[in-house]
């Protein structure tokens, strides 16, 4: 006997009713393959030139062809007459996805327990439903990378893009890089007496101390984890749950092998020249983040290639002797010196993603070419990747993830007016521009006359 599912309508039977979401799930492929040609907008290739009045033609979820007077008779076309078209920007050492508000505990799972934990992976704590997420998506971005915090050796980042509904439709690589937060150098000249907790007080010769047991720790737990890579097959993923296996060396395969960067948290200089002293010892691949300081070791970080992902454009400077500017400027000095950038608005705040074009924006002010600027938020951060024939430029054959301003992007006045992600367009839509939709519907209070 036939079940059949009951309804306020018509009776369908369970066996008919699977063929018709076959059928549906076919005609949703066929609409989403539509083609689609975008066209007169300023198109920023990013890895080519510019077009004034450009057209672009998209096949799925991939971009086919960049030019102008594209022959698409069968494409559904998008007139962005005097909008800018850009790549998807790409996010980089963010607390996006991991932290929502401050001040409320439950919402935070950025921090793990421990030093020493490079089995954590970030992205399997994103949450998709995070209010941030839109936000950030309505300014350009479209890729963000989650980066765990609170030990020394923290754990692993993926990528993950601002569309799907779960970590697993959103992950676009992972894992990526292995987060290192070199111990602090500094010494507290403090004298005793002047000490706010002198109960807590050290002198010079104990905090040293202190400084090498860190960075001992820190030579150890590697040349560990060097010993255990040595003796494994090199040709062999890493196993994490198997019998025979450690987990936390197994993790740090991938990066004592090379096959990822290890991206080292550090600003003042100290930390950048022993990080990299570090780094060329063991021919470790690293990536620099934070990099406070970084301007003032441009020329090594140039001669060995190791790009900067800047982080304190509106930080105040730390000396007196420093000038109001010298972070609005130190991306200009990185990039004179050929240091690879690229720009992140930090871990603190993921509220402040959404702003990461106009930390780029200060540093154009302050001598950084435009166009190093958006290359440093587009496909720098794909080379680092390993992800540039997919992501970071409007080229044929990569993935048709962009976006539409109505102005130039790094204008605060701007604002981004469409968005494609995979070929699909995405609604703008987040809790900022619902609120306002709503209070500026609300009623008008008038006044009684007694």
Known sequence: MKQ????????????????????????????????????????????GPTLLSGEVLIEGDRIVAVGSKLDAPQARRVDLTGLHLYPGLIALNTGLGLKEIDAVRATLDQREVGEFTPEV??????????????VARANGIAFFEPVPTGGVVAGQSGLLRLSGWTVRDMLVQGPWALHVYWP????DYTPREQAPEPG?????????RERAARLKELEDFFRQAQAYARAQDPSRPPRYHQPGTVPVWEAML??????????????????????IAWAVTNRFRIILAGGRDAWREAARLAELQIPVVFEHVFTRPVRDTD???????????????GVPLGFSTGTDDASLVKNLPYHAAQAIAHGLPPEAALRALTLAPAQWLGLADRLGSIEPGKEATLFAVDGDLFDIRSNVRRMWIQGQEVSLESRHTRLYEKYRQRPVLRSVKP
């Open 200 to 208: 807590r007080w050290k002198s010079l010769e104990e905090q040293a």
């Open 323 to 337: 000038p109001y500017d010298v972070h609005f400027r130190a991306p200009a000095r990185l990039h004179e010196a």
């Open 254 to 275: 991938l990066f004592i092998r090379g096959q990822h960067p290890i991206v080292v948290h550090a600003d003042e200089i100290r930390q950048i020249r022993a990080a």
């Open 4 to 47: 059949t599912v009951r309804r306020a309508g018509p009776r369908v039977c369970l066996r008919h009713a699977g063929r018709l979401l076959v059928v549906l799930a076919g005609i949703s492929r066929l609409v989403a393959a539509e083609p689609l040609l975008l066209t007169g907008a300023v198109v920023h290739t990013v890895n």
């Open 121 to 134: 992976a970030s992205w399997l704590a994103v949450n998709p439903d995070s209010e941030l997420l839109p």
């Open 184 to 187: 602090s150098l500094e010494l």
